[in-house]
């Protein structure tokens, strides 16, 4: 039997307060783990993305909940 996470169920139902609360959750979630990848790029690889090392710097330090 396959495991349902605790923010499976609560975006299962679409449309209410829980389910846009477990969507938003997701989201900051989601910022938290990508802003925690860029933080680990070197100078090379932020090149290779277009972004300078001051522009990953002022995206790592936003909160998560600011996009």
Not at 20 to 31: F, I, N, P, S
Request: glycine share 6%; charged share 30%; aromatic share 8%.
């Amino acid at each position: 039997m396959a495991e349902t996470t605790c923010e499976q169920l609560i975006i299962s139902q679409p449309g209410s307060r829980w389910a846009r609360l477990g969507e938003t959750l997701a989201q900051w979630r989601r910022r938290s783990r990508e802003r925690a990848a860029l933080a680990r790029f070197d100078a090379r690889g932020l090149r290779d993305i277009g972004l300078t090392p001051a522009e990953a710097a002022h995206e790592i330090n936003k909160p998560f909940w600011r996009a």
